[in-house]
């Protein structure tokens, strides 16, 4: 199965579950638009690059479209589509009055210079202010991108349409970004666990965490983790894995990757194994937060751990899924476990929109009441029906889809 059909599995099974009809589950399930753009820029040697860019707009029944940009050279159609009808159910899993969308270039963002990945930026905001704006769709941050790219992008919209600081989430504080944006996501997983967990009659003091991925939502929960009492096990990213049973030193490992290129590649605080050894080290909780697809059918019976927390999206399959059901590993879906960012987000736009700031302390602790009441309305969709977590976050995120749709007509 592709990621897409991924998606649609767990849209489907949800539709079933709550019984809607057949026309208005094509209705929801349907994206509203998908838009392909040609980028063509001058590169710093003086020939032309050529880049696709890509907007998918899932559904807005319940909000302006909302989902984040990422810069890979594994972007696709498809791959935009899955994404950004996951963050339609993110959205209103978490509660917060926005659709879902999602976007892309495809590109090999690491070989551009900040030049070039400006002119490309600007290029796609060329081809795309037409159908974006603080009421009608609002990118933010995602794999390889970040505040830089999101201020490129208020900046290139506001010579088509003037000054809107709420075009864009995730931007610099200085130019109307929310305090508490950065570590929004990565922290939002850790009140996830921590919710988890005291459902469980436990907390996260002495439990072993390994983390996939150590950019921006890794580093931020394995900063957050630490903090709480947790040992860190295991870290990796692109470079390959660091584990210590004995703990790693948090802090020390990300500062070595703040003076080492946003690499782990060369950390001796830690072990080096083979990167996708991280996922079956020997730990409580596994935080995969790199890319999809990651657990799947073939090493799922090797995790070890008793807690996952997706904090990339679609890291599981639905056969992993299954395996992980059966051995009663209990899993935290990513449209629930990582909407923090998106969550963070909406308090930004909410900001530019009022033009009235709030602090740090006031952001993590509007963070923290929506994720504690977000996994208490997950937990009771869960007993209700008497199914995994992963199944619940679908039947809540769809319902309230399907119900606003409903409520809005044709």
């Given amino acids: 199965m592709s990621f897409l059909e991924h998606t649609h599995y767990y849209v489907n099974q949800a539709a079933k579950i709550l019984e809607i009809p057949a026309d208005l589950h094509k209705q929801i399930a349907t994206p509203h638009r998908e838009v392909r753009v040609e980028i063509n820029i001058k590169m710093d040697d003086g020939s032309i690059g050529t880049f696709m860019g890509f907007r998918v707009q899932h559904d807005n029944a319940r909000g302006p479209f909302k989902g984040g940009l990422r810069y ?3 972007v696709n159609a498809e ?27 495809q590109c090999h963002a690491r070989d551009l210079s900040d030049a070039e990945t400006q002119r490309m930026t600007r290029g796609f905001v060329d081809g795309i202010y037409d159908i974006i704006g603080e009421k009608m769709d609002i990118p933010a941050p995602d794999v390889n991108t970040n505040g830089q790219i999101m201020a490129w992008i208020f900046d290139q919209y506001a010579k088509y349409k003037g000054y809107a600081p709420g075009v864009v989430t995730g ?3 200085t130019i ?33 965490v390994a ?54 590649e060369g950390f001796n605080g830690a072990t080096h194994v083979e990167g996708s050894l991280i996922l079956t080290t020997d730990c409580d909780i596994l935080v995969p937060a790199a890319l999809g697809g990651v657990l799947t059918k073939d090493n799922a019976n090797d995790v070890k751990a008793r807690y996952i927390i997706e904090g990339a999206n679609g890291p599981t399959t639905p056969e992993a899924q299954e ?9 935290l879906p990513d449209i629930y476990a990582n909407c923090g960012g998106v969550t963070v987000s909406y308090f ?20 923290h009441k929506v ?18 977590y992963r199944k619940a976050a679908f039947v809540l995120g769809v319902g309230r889809v399907m119900e606003a749709t409903r409520l809005r007509g044709l």
């Fill in 348 to 367: 930004e736009w909410s900001q530019n929109m009022q033009h009235f700031y709030w602090d740090e302390p006031q952001v993590n602790a509007e963070l």
């Fill in 371 to 388: 994720m504690k009441n977000g996994f208490k309305h997950l937990h009771a969709t869960a007993t209700k029906h008497n199914i995994s």
């Fill in 176 to 208: 109307g970004g929310s305090e508490g944006r950065i570590q929004a996501t990565g922290r939002g997983c850790v009140y996830a666990t921590q919710e988890l967990l005291a459902q469980d009659g436990t907390d996260l003091t002495g439990k072993r």
């Fill in 323 to 331: 395996i992980f059901d059966k051995n009663g590993v209990k899993v």
């Fill in 171 to 173: 931007k610099p504080v």
């Fill in 211 to 264: 983390i996939q991925g150590f950019g921006n939502v890794g580093t931020w929960a394995a900063h957050d983790y630490d903090k709480a009492g947790a040992k860190i096990v295991g870290i990796a990213d692109i470079t390959g894995a660091y584990v210590n049973p004995e703990g790693i030193d948090v802090a020390a490992a990300i500062d070595y990757v703040a003076n080492n290129g946003g690499r782990l």
């Fill in 72 to 74: 890979h050279h594994h």
């Fill in 79 to 105: 791959e935009v589509t899955a994404l950004a009808s996951l963050m339609t159910w993110k959205t209103a899993v978490a509660g917060v009055p926005y659709g879902g969308a999602k976007g892309g270039i």
